[in-house]
Structures are given as C-alpha cells and as structure tokens.
Nanobody, 116 residues
C-alpha cells in the first residue's frame, strides 16, 4: 500500500514563499508520475504541476514562473516550491502519484493560506 504524506503548508503573506513536500512510502516512487493539485473552498480540485519519472514538468498557467515542482527519487519525495504567493493561491494542496501500472494514489492534503 502506497501512502503519501504532504507537509509544508501554512499561513504566509502575499509575496511570500512556501515549499511543500510529499513523501511516499513503498518502492514505486521512482517510476511514477507525480503531481500537485489544489482545491480552494467552493471550487473544484485543479492540477497545479506534474513531473514525470524523467523529470519533465508541466504547470497550470496561473503558477508558471512562480512555482517549481521537483523530485528526489532517493528520498521518495516530490516538492513544490511556491514563490510570489497570491491570495488566490489559498487552497488545500494535494499530492498525487500515478504508478507505472496506472494506479492513482492521493495524499490527504496540506493547507496553504495566503493573506493579503
């Protein structure tokens, strides 16, 4: 059973930075596609960024140039560096893993609150 545990959320002022981490248990991390999603109150969950096992990345338009996704396969961890945060970035942030077999796992989320 794969478990994903997010950390690093918190309260930050607009313009500030946070780094989220997602640690995965199990041995499937290195071959997986990892992603960060977020869900603001009253809104649908949306994709923020993804990173493949080879390190290719994608970002949703609203975070391009401000957020950076990265991974450390030796630590089974994916990161989301968030800079120049805006109040509209406030949301619960979730980590997602898609294994080589196509199985999807989700973490329980970490809350990011950006004050104006």
């Amino acid at each position: 059973q794969v478990q994903l545990v997010e950390s690093g959320g918190g309260l930050v002022q607009a313009g500030g930075s946070l780094r989220l981490s997602c640690a995965a248990s199990g041995s499937i991390f290195s071959g997986s596609v990892m992603g960060w999603y977020r869900q603001a109150p009253g809104k649908q969950r949306e994709l923020v960024a993804t990173i493949t096992s080879g390190g290719s990345t994608t970002y949703t338009y609203s975070v391009k140039g401000r957020f950076t996704i990265s991974r450390d396969n030796a630590k089974n961890t994916v990161y989301l560096q968030m800079n120049s945060l805006k109040p509209e970035d406030t949301a619960d942030y979730y980590c997602r893993l898609i294994s080589r077999a196509g199985v999807v796992y989700w973490g329980k989320g970490t809350l990011v609150t950006v004050s104006s």
